[in-house]
């Protein structure tokens, strides 16, 4: 009897033994597949550069495209030291209070995941303040450019962040807490990009031209190469599937519908431009067309894994209308983003985190949930806006934030960078330094 009941227990303690190795291998083959899928997700969200770089660099005139895709570049080295320095730990460190991380500066010595996250979050940040770029080309001194991409990813794009997406390390965000949806970042990330680009475009005024001081008449200046922003505007919807999907942070089946959604809109944004163009009896332009495809998936991007298929079409159709009647809004105000950045990441990103609370799957039009949503819309624009505003300020009064009108003329390219991007079209260009 007790020889029975003595090898009954050595095989539960092998069993044990067993489940235990299983448990413990399953784990590590889950990390494993949640780090690819993080990692290859940014390196998805960093190839969204370039396609800012095209993009930008082909609304504007051949003049300034060296110094577009320079920023573009910079703002990424820039900003992904200044997060690891500093914003990571103010957006994911610990948040006792609901408003400020408060740990894990200069990220070192912690789990591999750790590691991973950050990376991502790198990239996301990285595509906040590149957002900027394009709305004050043409115009803007490089180095004052790259001292406000600092100030906006090292403290206003985290503090933000961190209402909504902190206490990775404990507590949590008094946005979060009310249960405010924004999974991606429509508004975390593009709204707060947004912003800041309107309170840059306020400070630095229209391009020279651009608009009749005598008869208030709108002036286009159109871009130098359309076939750059139709290839920006791919390469964004290709990033734009590890912005959301990779949000997850797993490799889950929830991959799936975030993706279609994600597709959808963005088609859906596209054709909201044509047919809003259409009804106002304007021109179908590419850029409106591209533009439109980017709001749909600006909009998308905070209820990309709540809703169901059909109403991302609806999201993503009224972003693509909102992109282009957002853009006319602004020309009428007198104010010159080049790229149309206010509208299509600040008005279409408000529009999609008010519609991820709209068309919650199995919880539709729920009034409390829309009134937390228009809480954070706000406490964004609250935040964002003014802080920007006296960054800019303080720039142009301490270093100048705007070339000379000469430079402008001669394009930056050449002003800031000594260089051209297209020198057999510029022998005749005079280089010089002020």
């Not at 660099?57 to 900003?79: E, F, I, T």
């Not at 209070?97 to 990220?107: A, C, K």
């Not at 770029?133 to 206003?156: K, P, Q």
């Not at 076939?227 to 490799?251: C, K, P, R, Y």
Request: net charge negative; hydrophobic share 55%.
């Amino acid at each position: 009897m007790w020889r029975l009941m003595y090898r009954l227990l050595i095989a539960a303690s092998m069993c044990m033994v067993v489940t235990t190795a299983q448990a413990e291998e399953a784990m590590t083959s889950a990390l494993a597949a949640n780090t690819v899928w993080v990692v290859v997700s940014a390196a998805l969200v960093f190839f969204m550069q370039a396609g800012f770089a095209l993009l930008e660099s082909g609304m504007s005139r051949a003049k300034n495209s060296v110094n577009v895709m320079m920023k573009n570049y910079m703002d990424v080295c820039l900003g992904s030291l200044l997060f690891w320095l500093v914003g990571y730990g103010l957006m994911f460190g610990s948040n006792t209070s609901g408003f400020i991380g408060t740990s894990h500066f200069m990220l070192s010595g912690v789990e591999s995941w750790d590691y991973t996250v950050l990376l991502f979050q790198t990239m996301f940040a990285a595509t906040a303040v590149t957002i900027c770029s394009g709305a004050m080309a043409e115009r803007t001194r490089y180095e004052a450019y790259l001292v406000a991409a600092a100030v906006i990813v090292a403290f206003i794009y985290p503090v933000f962040g961190s209402w909504v997406w902190g206490g990775l390390y404990g507590g949590s965000g008094w946005l979060a807490d009310m249960g405010f949806i924004d999974f991606a970042g429509s508004t975390v990330v593009h709204s707060v990009g947004a912003w800041c680009a309107l309170a840059g475009v306020l400070v630095l005024g229209p391009r020279t031209g651009r608009f009749s001081r005598d008869t208030g008449e709108v002036r286009s200046i159109p871009g130098h190469n359309l076939s750059l922003v139709a290839l920006g505007g791919f390469i964004l919807w290709l990033g734009w599937f590890g912005f959301n999907g990779g949000s997850t942070l797993e490799a889950s089946a929830d991959i799936g519908v975030i993706a279609l959604n994600t597709q959808l809109s963005a088609a859906a944004g596209a054709l909201g431009a044509l047919m809003f163009s259409r009804l106002l009896r304007v021109p179908i332009l590419l850029t409106a067309t591209v533009n439109g495809s980017i709001a749909g998936l600006v909009g998308i991007t905070a209820g990309c894994a709540v809703m169901e298929p059909v109403w991302a079409i609806v999201t993503g159709l009224i972003a693509g209308v909102i992109a282009v009647a957002g853009a006319q809004f602004m020309e009428r105000l007198g104010l010159d983003d080049v790229v149309g950045a206010v509208p299509v990441h600040g008005f279409a990103g408000a529009w999609g985190t008010l519609a991820a609370g709209l068309f919650v799957a199995g919880d539709m039009f729920n009034t409390q949930q829309i009134a937390v949503q228009l809480v954070g819309i706000v406490a964004a624009f609250v935040w964002t806006f003014p802080l920007a505003l006296v960054t800019f300020l303080v720039i142009k009064a301490s270093m100048g934030l705007r070339v000379s009108t000469a430079e402008e003329q001669q394009g930056l390219d050449v002003s800031e960078h000594y260089e051209v991007a297209y020198p057999e079209f510029h022998k005749d260009v005079t280089y010089f330094r002020q």
